[in-house]
Structures are given as C-alpha cells and as structure tokens.
C-alpha cells in the first residue's frame, strides 16, 4: 500500500501562484510514477502532469503548459506542483496520485485532494 497525502492548496488571486505537496508513505520503493489530477464542480477529473520516479521524465496537460512545473525529491518520498500565473479555470479540487508496481501489476493510489480556488 502507498499512503499520500496533499498540502498546500487554498485561496489566490488571479496572477498568483501556489505550491502543491504530495508526501508519500509506505511501500514508496514500489512507485513508478507520481502525478497531479484536478477536478472542477460537475467536470470530470482531469490529468494535470506527471513525473517518473526514477527518469524524472515529466508530462504536462496542454492547458497548464508553462505555468505549472512539476517536481519530485526522492528522500522525502514527495512530489511538488509549482503553480503561476493561476487563471479562475484553474479552480478545482488538485489530487495527487502514484502508479506502483505491487506483484507485477501496476496499481493506483490516491491522496484526498486540496482545494485550489483561484479568484478574478
């Protein structure tokens, strides 16, 4: 099992910024790959960037290209989400999740979410 836990969300101003954190426990040297989701009121959840574990390759939706930066640190087990330049559309509940490979099959694991909510 991986346990994940997300920080950091909360209220900003357009233009503004926020940083995600995801700390993961547990069977962490099972992760493959860990990444942010969000999901707005009556939308469905929606993939917002990934990083691998170990290449550190990183993916990005297209709608939060060049505003948001993705990253990880290995000794603390934690993933970050350096959010700037945040538009109202971006408001929504951030979720943080991790691919493990647990008896050769890749499963899901997933935080409870942090509510971003960015005013106009």
């Known amino acids: 099992q991986v346990q994940l836990v997300e920080s950091g969300g909360g209220l900003v101003q357009a233009g503004g910024s926020l940083r995600l954190s995801c700390a993961a426990s547990?069977?962490?040297?099972?992760?493959?790959?860990m990444g942010w989701f969000r999901q707005a009121p009556g939308k469905e959840r929606e993939f917002v960037a990934s990083?691998?574990?170990?290449?550190?390759?990183?993916n990005y939706a297209d709608s939060v290209k060049d505003r948001f930066t993705i990253s990880r640190d290995n000794a603390k087990n934690s993933v970050y989400l350096q959010m700037n330049s945040l538009k109202p559309e971006d408001t929504a509940v951030y979720y943080c999740k991790a691919v493990a490979l647990v008896r050769y099959t890749f499963r899901d694991y997933w935080g409870q979410g942090t509510q971003v909510t960015v005013s106009s």
């Open positions: 547990g069977r962490t040297f099972s992760i493959y790959t």
């Open positions: 990083i691998s574990w170990g290449s550190a390759i990183k």
